[in-house]
């Protein structure tokens, strides 16, 4: 497609359930980020992917959070059991590679835990 | 330490006026790029401008420029003319090469909320 892609743009779930977010890169670009945007708040790096890998899961909050890409393509981020701290904003971006290129963000999935 | 700082969480400017957005950044790293992202209400992320740390002069983009001062570590984003469809966050960024080996995605500063009045 033209632009990063995002899926659901908003989901709302209760407290304890499982979500999964999606995310579709521009074409080739083989770098795609996942980031996390708290009302009024920056954005807050959770995982990167080069390719199927993830060289850093560094900023993933804790095991609940999980995030796979199959076929150098699309993203899922799965939160399991959510709480209501989830909620925010999940932003999705992918680039060319991972020097200094700019990042291409999607619209985002606004996540609501009630 | 942080590594990106924007010091105005908001401000109010008049239109057709230049802004300067403030942004310091924090890294030991002899490579990096800074980069500047717009958000408006919409939520999408625009990219805006980049510099990268040998770049000898500072980028220009339409009516953006960044005013790069390596020694201060400053990366000051200049809006000239200023329109009314200005009115967003903007968040300064900084990716190091060298530090978590280019892998990291980008540092995001806390952002500056510009509200551009008629």
């Known amino acids: 497609g033209a632009g990063v892609s995002q899926s659901p743009s908003n989901k709302v779930t209760e407290k304890g359930k499982d979500v999964e977010l999606r995310c579709d890169p521009i074409?080739?670009?083989?770098?795609l980020y996942w980031y996390r945007q708290s009302l009024g708040q920056g954005l807050e790096f959770l995982i990167y992917f080069q390719g199927n890998s993830a060289p850093d899961k560094s900023g993933l909050p804790s095991d609940r959070f999980s995030a796979e890409r199959t076929g150098g393509s699309v993203s899922t981020l799965t939160i399991q059991r959510t709480q209501q701290e989830d909620s925010a904003v999940y932003l999705c971006a992918s680039s060319f590679g991972a020097t200094n290129e700019k990042l291409f963000f999607g619209s985002g999935t606004q996540l609501s835990v009630l | 330490a942080q590594k990106i700082t924007q010091t105005q969480p908001g401000m109010f400017v008049q239109e057709k006026e230049a802004v300067t957005l403030d942004c310091t950044y924090d890294t030991s790293d002899p490579s990096y790029g800074l980069f500047w992202y717009k958000q408006p209400s919409s939520g999408e992320m625009i990219f805006l401008i980049y510099?990268?740390?040998?770049?000898?002069q500072n980028a220009t983009e339409g009516r953006y420029s960044l005013n790069f001062q390596k020694a201060r570590k400053s990366a000051n984003l200049v809006i000239s003319a200023s329109q009314l469809g200005d009115s967003a966050m903007y968040f300064c960024?900084?990716?190091?090469?060298?530090?978590?080996?280019?892998?990291?995605?980008?540092?995001f500063g806390k952002g500056t909320h510009l509200i551009i009045q008629p």
């Open positions: 074409s080739g670009h083989t770098a």
């Open positions: 510099q990268g740390s040998y770049d000898q």
């Open positions: 960024a900084m990716r190091e090469v060298y530090s978590g080996g280019g892998a990291d995605g980008l540092t």
